[in-house]
């Protein structure tokens, strides 16, 4: 869609008007989001002010980002911006765009252990949803987010920052090797679990995100099984391992933590089983 095809009249209303998403609750609740970033405003103002004129500047950014939505690129990395746990983090194409259901793993980790000191480490981290979650619902506890990719732990470093967060420290690692021997309280991890071959990677949104943090070998479970058997000799005795997986992984989780003890699986409220998690 070419700017040209607007007048130096162009109104709210006639930007959206002619997107063609009407009658598209989801499409036209994104063109709405992208218009008001564009426009330096926060969307309600879009229906306050719908004849307000749309600047020429604006829309052509508007344009840009329309172009790229309608591609399939996500919304959050157009918008710079994703809500996990009612916060707001800062993503990027360097880390995954979090997802609500990874919301069972912070639960699941917040039920074990009370708001008392103890040293709670988040594998692969990402945009640090996990870690600074976690941190802003129990103060007491020191967190340690870990990823190998420094623009992800910059990202992260960044969202701990914007939510004035002080016991969460970040460190550029693979998996548990910089994690000192039996020192762990809880281990926490969303890692990769989905199949190189897995057609859902080719999907629209999907396919901007980061294959580094998608995909772990032909079944998907490569960076699990690496995390089970390095996890233990960092846990303290009692100490607890988390693991988000995919729902039809979860008997092979499950026998991959047969050295640990009370594994117990927990299901999302659509009933499927996505956390794993076991004690030392």
Known sequence: ??????????????????????????????????????????????????QRLVPEK???????????RQAGEPLSYLTGEKEFW????????????????????????????NNVPCNVVDLGT???ALAISMASERPQWRITGIDC????????????????????CWVHAHWCESITLAS????VSNPPYISVNDPCLHEDGVCYEPRLALCSGIDG??????????AYPCLQPHGYLLIEHAPHQRKAVRQLMRHYRKITTFSDLAGRVRVTMAQK
């Open 149 to 168: 990719d420094r623009h992800a732990l910059s990202i992260a470093e960044h969202n701990g920052h914007k939510h004035h967060l002080t016991n969460i």
């Open 58 to 68: 604006a829309i052509q950014q508007w344009e840009r980002l329309w172009a790229r």
């Open 184 to 187: 762990a309280t809880m281990i």
């Open 1 to 50: 869609m070419s700017s040209a095809l607007y007048s130096t009249t162009c109104t709210v209303h006639d930007v959206l008007h002619r997107t063609d998403v009407l009658n598209n609750a989801p499409l036209r609740l994104d063109a709405e989001i992208l218009l008001a970033q564009s426009m330096g405003c926060m969307r309600p103002a879009l229906y306050a002010h719908s």
């Open 126 to 128: 990402g945009s640090g």
């Open 221 to 230: 479970l490569d960076s699990i099984r690496h995390i089970v058997c390095a």
């Open 86 to 113: 009612s916060l707001s983090l800062c993503v990027s194409a360097h880390v995954l765009v979090p997802r609500p259901e990874s919301e069972l793993l912070v639960s699941c980790a917040l039920e074990q252990l």
